[in-house]
């Protein structure tokens, strides 16, 4: 069962510096979303692919932020000069048309900035 | 603002006993999801009701759409510890593709 794979899982960096995300969703699914979750806090929609294009971002989606979907298969979420306020869970979901609005989400990567 | 608001937002109750969480909101909704977080994971999905007053059940877990599809509750039977977790309630903004989420309830249940 290949259900969405995020690497790495876990991440530790120092303020300023750069780091990427990778997620892998299920494969016949199209749509693929990025959420960020804080303790004690529901996910919050970041960004979102219909297979290569990307439709919609949120605002909490500063100019350091970018995602990319180049073959509308595996996403990466990169964060530039990251921050302290970056430190959450981010989190990767895909889904296809026609599923209710049920997403399917992996384990997560959770970042740590120092 | 939460556009859903879930409670309570943390309940610790003993291993046997019943509990019932709920997810409100003011706005209506196309379908919504429960789904389960253990710590350190990303959330795994319970359920999605899509009828107004529909109920489905999952073993000892009961959830419920309200008639006018704005509310939603969870229900728990006989609570084990395997239950214990972090329980959140999401749906589709209309329009939207993105799902918005509930800040989530904490359960223990305690041995």
């Known amino acids: 069962d290949t259900g969405v794979s995020q690497d790495p899982r876990h991440k530790i960096t120092k303020r300023g510096q750069n780091v990427t995300f990778r997620c892998d969703p299920i494969?016949?699914?199209?749509?693929l979303y990025w959420y960020r979750q804080t303790l004690g806090q529901g996910p919050e929609f970041l960004t979102y692919?219909?297979?290569?294009?990307?439709?919609?971002k949120s605002r909490l989606l500063s100019d350091r932020f970018s995602a990319e979907r180049p073959k509308g298969s595996f996403s990466t979420l990169e964060i530039q000069r990251t921050e302290q306020g970056d430190s959450a869970m981010y989190l990767c979901?895909?889904?296809?048309?026609?599923?209710?609005?049920?997403?399917?989400f992996g384990p997560g990567t959770r970042l740590t900035v120092t | 603002t939460q556009l859903l608001e879930q409670s309570p937002q943390f309940l610790s109750i003993q291993e046997g006993e019943n509990l019932t969480v709920y997810c409100n909101s003011s706005?209506?909704?196309?379908?919504l999801q429960w789904y389960r977080q253990e710590p350190g994971e990303g959330p795994v999905l319970l359920v999605t009701?899509?009828?107004?007053?529909e109920v489905k059940k999952l073993k000892r877990l009961t959830f419920q759409f309200g008639d006018a599809r704005k509310d939603s509750s969870l229900h728990i039977t006989a609570a084990q510890p395997g239950d214990t977790g972090l329980y959140l309630c999401?749906?589709?903004?209309?329009?939207?593709?993105?799902?918005?989420f509930g800040q989530g309830t904490r359960l223990t249940i305690n041995p």
């Open positions: 979901a895909s889904s296809n048309p026609g599923l209710k609005g049920e997403q399917y």
């Open positions: 494969s016949e699914h199209n749509r």
């Open positions: 692919f219909q297979n290569e294009a990307q439709l919609e």
């Open positions: 706005s209506v909704f196309s379908s």
């Open positions: 009701v899509v009828t107004g007053g």
């Open positions: 999401a749906a589709p903004r209309q329009g939207a593709q993105k799902l918005v």
